[in-house]
């Protein structure tokens, strides 16, 4: 079981460019989470998708986030443009199946925006 | 406002010894309840969890206390190993008018240091 997976594991990029974190959940899982983590407000939830339609974007900072979930086994979390306060680890994480009030993460991206 | 508090940033152990970590939340809605243990460069890993209707679980060497009139709970790990070294996070959730307890809010972690 490949477990929850993201891409990329790292990103450096400048003020004012796009953004786009990628997420594949765990086959058969049909809930899907965008988590951001900071110092300061350590692990926040910024959108939650069951079945692909999002269902709780109360926690998106900012029009400049937007997030998208085409189908059950793909997802994007976009910031255009970005800032330097941006700069964050953020998780995907899905559920589902007999394990349903556990939610299980991937392994994060690293964002910096210069 | 932080319904999930974790006051202690750090704690250290020896090995052999129990770890006992804790957890205070003011959301009087939360009703399930989750450790999660975070290695540094991976996310978070699913641990223990324990719902309000019970006071106590246990899975192994990893016992999670509930005091629900105190809003606090704890996780005990007894005998701590050096591979126990990581940061722990409690969650909670509320079940919402749609009978889904689907958002976690979690506390900002304690780091376990579990010397050898």
């Known amino acids: 079981d490949a477990g929850v997976i993201q891409s990329p594991r790292h990103e450096v990029t400048e003020m004012g460019q796009e953004v786009t974190l990628r997420c594949k959940p765990i086959?058969?899982?049909?809930?899907l989470f965008w988590y951001r983590q900071t110092m300061m407000r350590g692990l926040e939830l910024l959108i939650y998708?069951?079945?692909?339609?999002?269902?709780?974007d109360s926690g998106m900072p900012e029009d400049r986030f937007s997030a998208k979930m085409p189908n059950a086994s793909f997802s994007t979390l976009k910031i255009q443009p970005s800032e330097p306060r941006d700069s964050a680890v953020y998780f995907c994480?899905?559920?589902?199946?007999?394990?349903?009030?556990?939610?299980?993460f991937g392994p994060g991206t690293r964002l910096t925006v210069l | 406002d932080q319904q999930v508090k974790q006051n202690s940033p750090s704690l250290s152990v020896q090995e052999g010894r129990i770890s006992i970590l804790n957890c205070d939340y003011t959301?009087?809605?939360?009703?399930?309840f989750l450790w999660y243990k975070k290695y540094p460069a991976e996310g978070p890993t699913f641990l223990i969890s324990i719902s309000s209707i019970k006071d106590k679980n246990e899975d192994g060497r990893f016992t999670v206390f509930l005091n629900k009139s105190a809003k606090h709970l704890s996780l005990h790990i007894v005998p701590s190993q050096p591979g126990d070294s990581a940061v722990y996070f409690c969650?909670?959730?509320?079940?919402?008018?749609?009978?889904?307890?689907?958002?976690?809010?979690f506390g900002k972690g304690t780091l376990l240091t579990v010397n050898p």
């Open positions: 998708f069951n079945n692909n339609v999002p269902i709780d």
């Open positions: 959301n009087s809605m939360f009703d399930y």
């Open positions: 086959s058969g899982h049909n809930s």
């Open positions: 994480a899905s559920r589902g199946g007999s394990s349903y009030n556990e939610q299980f």
């Open positions: 969650a909670a959730s509320a079940r919402n008018s749609g009978g889904s307890n689907y958002k976690l809010t």
